[in-house]
């Protein structure tokens, strides 16, 4: 029978009876104040070293008991889905198929969505592989209308790939083609967990065969553009995974009467898709970019040329020409994975979470969250001054006389001088500023890469948005000027 006791650092924690004094007490310390993820499966893997026949049974009972009764909406205050997955975890490790197999009746059994979401975590991470009897009993839960947690889909979706990979291609093209009338709900978290399963296949299993052969490209290309951003993003994700895979992609654009939004993404993916490990060079883009343009001009579509013409200045496969006056050379370009980008002095860099901070994402208050919430662009509290949040996926930055351009949509040709509104104003310190995507933590562990530092004279800088409303201009970029130097 599971009780609640305190461990010697005062952490409470799930009692299970019938086990013997060695492991009891290696129970006890699993669920001590452990800091990394790897502290936690040597406790886990030590607990289950440390069990007899009798004690496996008693733990397995016990991880029932304890899953039912979170479910059933006890011990609150006290234990929760995570005091679960230790269980799980060790369960598996001690248990192997038998524990899989009891695990996944549980997560079929129950209806809580966090409790479900807790076992099927660790049914997906905590081993290498699931057992085919695990791996079938999750893929139930497909047809179950009633589960809706994201976590438990996307276990349910690989159930079924480790049961069926054919009957899991299938699946997923039917999924990734229901998604694209809803805008919110179960099918769209299950069309996310499709794209996410299709982006992690190892080459050499049935998956990576299936990812590398592009039969999905028809059913995911038209997600790119879909009014869910989260769905978007992943399907923009998997479009540009590699060289070969953009160009099938932008063959497909070719072949189908796209929107302006499409293009826009065409020009926002060719950052990730030219980048050194894709294996594709400017001149592979010029075929393809140059008829697309050809045919937004024979359409009189002046938005989409000029975003395409752009996009091949910036590839160096066309001459620049038409810049505004206050624009001079390119400084910095930042593309993300869907999210904002975002412009920071470096003084307030290693204050910003990203999606890691202060607290993980999806909690809703991470600063990734933050920087989405709202209408951008707008400054944002950062540390002890402000950062800049810019719009759409993308930024180039220019060096102007008096500050710095920054260009994030339309074509650079339309600025219309009243169209300039004041968002208030920048402090910059010595060392400029970064340009980064606003997913990255800016220091520590989760700090990526994917950032460009700008030089900037210190000093108060007034920021001017550039807003395509109510004219024929699609330009939409801001504009820092210096009105106190330092």
Known sequence: MALVGTTRDGQPYPVIAGLSKAAATNLERAYRRLRTVDKVKAAVAKLAGSLDAAGKAALIDGTRELARALAAGKHRGKLAPHHLQVLAACVRVAGRASGDRALADLAVELRDGAVRGAIVDVLLGWQTGMKPA???????????????????????????????????????????????????????????????????????????????GRAWLPDVAPLVVHPNRELASAAQGLISHDGET????????????????????????????????????????????????????????????????????????????????????????????????????????AAWGGAYAPE????????????????????LAIGDGHGLILGGQSAAAYAAPDGLFLHTDGDLTHEVSKQWKKLGTLVVDRGGVVLLDSLE?????????????????????????HRPRGTSSTLEAVRLVLTAPR
């Open 441 to 465: 933590a800016g220091a520590g562990k989760h700090a990526g890469v994917n950032r460009k530092k700008v030089a900037l004279a210190a000093g108060s800088y007034r920021v001017d948005a």
């Open 246 to 349: 953009f160009l099938a992609f932008l063959a497909w654009v070719l072949a189908h009467d796209v929107s302006r939004k499409m293009i826009a993404v065409v020009d926002g993916r060719i950052y990730w898709a030219s980048l050194p490990s894709s294996g594709l060079a400017p001149a592979d883009l010029a075929a393809p970019l140059a008829a697309l343009l050809e045919r937004a001009l024979a359409k009189r579509d002046r938005a989409s040329a000029g975003i395409l013409t752009r996009a091949m200045q910036n590839l160096g496969l066309v001459p620049k020409d038409g810049a505004p006056p206050e624009r001079g050379e390119e400084v910095a370009r930042v593309g993300t994975e869907g999210g904002p980008p975002l412009l920071v002095p470096a003084r307030h860099l």
């Open 134 to 212: 695990g791996a079938a009993q999750l893929a139930t839960i497909l047809d179950d209308e009633g589960a809706t947690d994201e976590v438990v889909l996307r276990g349910a979706l690989w159930g079924l790939q480790e049961t069926s990979p054919k009957q899991a291609s299938a699946r997923r093209r039917k999924l990734l083609v229901a998604a694209r009338a809803q805008r919110s709900g179960r099918a769209i978290k299950l069309a996310r967990a499709a794209l996410d399963q299709l982006d992690s296949f190892p080459h050499t299993t049935p998956g990576g065969r299936e990812r590398r």
């Open 360 to 379: 993980p994402f999806d909690s809703g208050n991470s600063d990734y969250e933050r920087g989405c919430d709202g209408a951008a662009p707008k400054l």
